[in-house]
């Protein structure tokens, strides 16, 4: 078996390192250190574009919740404009083309991190560490490191915020 190493403090080092070279100051990247305040919305874009081009997995941006809302009326009205315009209730599918060009169109926009998933670089490197590394490296998940990464895959699939999903929480609530 391999050297018994920390894969969580692996990736932190990555994820440190790759923002210091954008530009963050490296005192201010701590575990407890919040992304919003740590990488500022004007530089947002660029910041996250380096770190995926460095191999850094990090969640993709999001647009703001109005801007999200505006896009889905937008187009829902279009393919109802569409269909009403040729009389085809079948001109209803061009929604999803048309959602899939919106998606696309806004993302030089979308400068918000994923709302309530993941706010500190803790938890964002905790997110970003795989599963696998943990095995093949021989180190033992702690009882708060798997309860994080559980809570995380949970909120995750439900599109739920991180903070939703508790320890306590039964899925009855979930739901």
């Known amino acids: 078996m391999a050297q018994e190493y920390n894969p969580i403090v692996r990736t932190f080092g990555r994820f440190r390192a790759a923002l210091v070279r954008v530009g963050v100051p490296r005192r201010n990247v701590r575990p407890e250190a919040r992304l919003e305040e740590l990488i500022p919305v004007p530089a947002r874009r660029q910041v996250w574009r380096q770190l995926w081009q460095e191999g850094i997995p990090v969640p993709p941006l999001q647009l703001s919740p109005a801007a999200q809302w505006l896009g889905l009326i937008g187009v829902a009205a279009g ?31 979308a400068v918000h991190l994923p709302h309530g998933r993941l706010t500190t670089v803790g938890e964002t490197v905790l997110a970003m560490t795989s599963v696998r590394e943990h095995r093949r490296c021989g180190y033992r998940w702690t009882r708060n490191e798997i309860a994080f990464k559980v809570r995380f895959i949970i909120a995750e699939s439900l599109g739920l915020p991180l903070v939703a999903v508790r320890p306590d929480t039964t899925f009855a609530e979930l739901e």
């Open 79 to 109: 393919a109802v404009l569409l269909a009403l315009g040729l009389w085809r209730w079948e001109a209803l599918l061009a929604a999803f083309p048309l959602g899939v060009a919106a998606f696309w169109a806004s993302r030089p926009w």
